[in-house]
């Protein structure tokens, strides 16, 4: 396994890696140099993610665990050793694929030295070597593009911000932008990361609708305990619709306006009871998901066929 960067860049959660280290039979090693936070990191850059990140340093922990093993990295694992391990997965860093080698098929893959320069620049160092490979698997990854009137990151690929508050030029905050996910802290994370990210950005949303914590006020502990008071939108902003006279939901006018016609809770109720139908027929489970767009709506709107 081979990464580009350092290990204090790549983008395991600490449960993944532990879980990498506890598969039966597999001895993980990393080369003691790569896993040097100084060593190909002129500009200390890793040093600074591990002092401001605590996945990071999770992360070093296992990782410097596996660097500081007994094992020979250039020897093959031996089958019946004293740790029981017959296969190895070594990862690699520092180091980025230059040319696959082989004709009909994969015999190898050529591997340039990567480094990042005191003034922070990340390049090749013109150091090569070969690693014999009759396959090689590439990780697409995942990478934040800007959006058009949105404070940009180039450098972190983020939009730069405070618990989700966008942070324009100067710092402060921008009123009524908000991010989360991927966008806002870079692609880390599973389902369950998403989630506690996406409550502190609606946390925060939801201060501000109510006006803000005041000096000395208590946090708010979770949405719909505060009482908001009764704004109505000003009436010379276009981009927020008036409030209804019938009680009417506001933004249903606007998606109307731009040809949307939003999933209801009911639609999406007919795709809950089609995912757990299929699971019930496959005998897997409580729910198995659609595994279309053609067959989710087809489940969420059946008299639009």
Not at 163 to 187: F, I
Not at 212 to 239: C, K, N, S, T
Not at 262 to 278: F, H, K
Request: proline content about 9%; aromatic content about 6%; hydrophobic content about 40%.
């Amino acid at each position: 396994m081979i990464g580009r960067r350092g290990p204090a860049y790549a983008k395991f959660t600490t449960k993944e890696l532990r879980e990498l280290g506890e598969l039966p039979g597999v001895e993980v090693v990393v080369h003691a140099d790569e896993a040097d936070l100084n060593a190909f990191d002129l500009a200390g850059e890793g040093v600074t993610l591990v002092e401001s990140d605590r996945r990071v340093r999770g992360n070093l922990v296992a990782i410097t665990k596996w660097a500081q093993g007994t094992a020979d990295p250039s020897a093959e694992p031996a089958t019946g050793s004293p740790s029981g391990h017959s296969r190895r997965l070594t990862v690699r860093f520092w180091l980025r694929p230059t040319e696959i080698l082989g004709t009909e098929r994969v015999e190898g893959i050529t591997l340039e030295r990567t480094a990042i320069s005191a003034d922070g620049k990340f390049g090749g160092t013109g150091e090569f070597e070969t690693l014999d490979a009759q396959m090689v698997l590439r990780s697409v990854g995942y990478q934040s593009v800007p959006l058009p009137g949105v404070p940009f990151d180039t450098r972190g690929s983020v939009v730069p911000n405070a618990q989700g508050r966008v942070l324009g030029e100067d710092g402060a905050p921008l009123p009524g932008e908000y991010v989360a996910g991927w966008l806002k802290r870079g692609p880390t994370g599973v389902i369950g990361t998403n989630k506690s990210d996406a409550a502190e950005t609606v946390r925060c949303l939801l201060e501000d609708l109510a006006g803000g914590p005041g000096e000395g006020d208590v946090p708010l502990p979770r949405a719909g305990l505060l009482r908001y008071p009764d704004r109505p939108p000003p009436a010379a902003d276009p981009l927020v619709p008036a409030a209804p006279a019938d009680g009417e939901w506001p933004l249903a006018g606007v998606l109307a306006g731009r040809g949307i016609v939003p999933v209801s809770y009911a639609e999406w109720l007919r795709i809950e009871t089609a995912e757990a139908d299929l699971a019930k027929e496959l005998g897997r489970g409580e729910r198995v998901k659609l595994h279309n767009a053609e067959a989710i709506w087809s489940a969420c709107r059946p008299s639009a066929e």
